[in-house]
């Protein structure tokens, strides 16, 4: 059973970049859509984007200007990098395993635990 | 941006009776429609997808449907596990993916 697990730092300051990473372990990350999503406490959620493992991807458009995911197929990793943040961007950060079936989108069945994020000086 | 609104916020129920919960789509999202559980502290849980498949290891009495702009999650006897804060998610028409604002099911 895949299983993802966030890691990065828990606090940045604002007018800086948000760096978190997701490793996958349990699976390939080979052949699947893996995207970020967030939640703000108390709130609902907001997808952010996704990557194939072939370094292509979607985003938010809410979110593009700011946002690039890419993937590191060697080390089995996904990472998010969100620039310029915010408080408006303190959110939980999960990542997550897209499913597709044919011409459609991606519902998420794996779940990383999620990641705290807090934009404060 | 196809806009999710699910109802009741709340919704108060008794442990072992019937819960309905709702979600609205802005568009059709024909049968793309994804359900979640959500417990404090803890990451969103696939429930269903395709409006009516449950996901591995989902328990029967979770069941859904609907198909166009009208879906609804129901959950045929309460148990006290499933006390929690229930998202649908559209994934037809992206980018972007987009959920509702949750319903909290909550002991009555």
């Known amino acids: 059973q895949v299983q993802l697990q966030e890691s990065g730092p828990g606090l940045v300051k604002p007018s800086e970049t948000l760096s978190l990473t997701c490793t996958v372990s349990?699976?390939?990350?080979?052949?699947?859509?893996w995207s970020w999503i967030r939640q703000s406490p108390g709130k609902g959620l907001e997808w952010v984007g996704y990557?194939?493992?072939?370094?292509?991807?979607f985003y938010n458009p809410s979110l593009k200007s700011r946002v690039t995911i890419s993937v590191d197929t060697s080390k089995n990793q996904f990472s998010l990098r969100l620039n310029s943040v915010t408080a408006a961007d303190t959110a939980f950060y999960y990542c997550?395993?897209?499913?597709?079936?044919?011409?459609?989108?991606?519902?998420?069945?794996?779940w990383g635990r999620g990641a705290l994020v807090t934009v404060s000086s | 941006e196809v806009v999710m609104t699910q109802s009741p916020a709340t919704l108060s129920v008794s442990p072992g009776e019937r819960a309905t919960l709702s979600c609205r789509a802005s568009?059709?999202?024909?049968?793309?429609l994804a359900w979640y559980q959500q417990k404090p502290g803890q990451a969103p849980r696939l429930l269903i997808s395709?409006?009516?498949t449950r996901a591995t290891g989902i328990p029967p009495r979770f069941s859904g449907s609907g198909s166009g702009t009208e879906f609804t999650l129901t959950i045929s006897s309460l148990q006290s596990e499933d006390f929690a804060v229930y998202y649908c998610?559209?994934?037809?028409?992206?980018?972007?993916?987009?959920f509702g604002q949750g319903t909290k099911l909550e002991i009555k």
């Open positions: 997550a395993r897209g499913t597709r079936e044919g011409y459609n989108g991606d519902y998420f069945e794996s």
């Open positions: 998610q559209q994934y037809n028409d992206w980018p972007p993916y987009t």
């Open positions: 990557v194939f493992y072939t370094g292509s991807g």
């Open positions: 349990g699976g390939s990350i080979s052949s699947y859509y």
């Open positions: 395709g409006a009516s």
């Open positions: 568009q059709s999202v024909n049968n793309n």
